[in-house]
C-alpha cells in the first residue's frame, strides 16, 4: 500500500541533542512538507521541498534543517538551538508542486525533549 | 499575523443535525482551499477541498462553500455521525510564479457530536 510513514512514533530526547526525525513516502510525489503542530496552535510549516535536492524555508524554519537526497525522504533535524522543540511534527507530502492537490499526512511524531 | 482563522475553538452538534464549521481569511492570493480532519495523535486526512473559481463543492455529506468577496468559507456536515468528531483543520494556498507554497493552516475547530 501507498502512504507516507513518519518513525518512530514517540521519541524522548535531552535537552542540548540534536534528533532526526524520519519521513518516507512511496507515493511518488515530488513535493514534501514538515508541520508542527502545538495545541492551540494549528499547523505551522517548517521547511517544504518542491522536488528533490531542493529545499525551502517555511514560516518557523529557525532551529531546524532538512535533507532532500532522495524523492522518496525528506528528514528533518531538530537542533539544539531550537528553544521549544518539544512538540507533535507532522510530515506531508503532495503530488506534484504548483497544481491544486491536497497532501497526505504521516502518522505523526510526538517529540519531546526533557 | 494570522491569514487563516477559525475563530470557534470547538462545536458541539446533535447527531443527525447539521454541522457548520466557519473559516475565513485574509489573504487575497489564496485560491485553493481545504479541509482536513484530524483524530488525536494522528496525521490529518484530506476530506474536501474547493478552487476559488467555484462557490460549492459536494461530496456525500460534506459540502464546502466559499464566499470570496467575504473571503470566508465554511464547511457543512449533513447528517453529523458521532465519528465526526474531531479536529477540523481549514487550509489554504496560493499559487503565484508557476509554483505555490505550503498549506496554511487555521487553528482547528474540535467539532463533538452529541447522541
Known amino acids: 500500500d501507498g502512504g507516507i510513514t513518519q518513525s518512530p512514533k514517540y521519541l524522548f530526547r535531552k535537552e542540548g541533542q540534536n534528533v532526526t526525525l524520519s519521513c518516507e513516502q512511496n507515493l511518488n510525489h515530488d513535493a514534501m512538507y514538515w508541520y508542527r503542530q502545538d495545541p492551540g496552535q494549528g499547523l505551522r510549516l517548517i521547511y517544504y521541498?518542491?522536488?528533490?535536492?531542493?529545499?525551502q524555508k517555511g514560516d518557523i524554519a529557525e532551529g531546524y534543517s532538512v535533507s532532500r537526497e532522495k524523492k522518496e525522504s525528506f528528514p528533518l533535524t531538530v537542533t539544539s538551538a531550537q528553544k521549544n522543540p518539544t512538540a507533535f511534527y507532522l510530515c506531508?507530502?503532495?503530488?506534484?508542486?504548483?497544481?491544486?492537490?491536497?497532501?497526505?499526512f504521516g502518522q505523526g511524531t510526538r517529540l519531546t525533549v526533557v | 499575523d494570522q491569514q487563516v482563522k477559525q475563530n470557534s475553538p470547538s462545536l458541539s452538534v446533535q447527531e443527525g443535525r447539521i454541522s457548520i464549521l466557519n473559516c475565513d481569511y485574509t489573504?487575497?492570493?489564496?485560491?485553493?482551499f481545504l479541509w482536513y480532519k484530524k483524530y488525536p495523535a494522528e496525521g490529518p486526512t484530506f476530506l474536501i477541498s474547493?478552487?476559488?473559481?467555484?462557490d460549492k463543492n459536494e461530496d456525500g455529506r460534506f459540502t464546502v462553500f466559499l464566499n470570496k468577496s467575504a473571503k470566508h468559507l465554511s464547511l457543512h456536515i449533513v447528517p453529523s455521525q458521532p465519528g465526526d468528531s474531531a479536529v477540523y483543520f481549514c487550509a489554504a494556498l496560493t499559487h503565484s510564479g508557476g509554483g505555490a507554497d505550503g498549506l496554511t493552516f487555521g487553528k482547528g475547530t474540535h467539532l463533538i457530536i452529541q447522541p
Open positions: 489573504n487575497s492570493m489564496f485560491d485553493y
Open positions: 506531508a507530502s503532495s503530488r506534484a508542486w504548483g497544481m491544486n492537490t491536497e497532501a497526505f
Open positions: 474547493i478552487s476559488s473559481i467555484k
Open positions: 521541498s518542491q522536488i528533490v535536492n531542493d529545499f
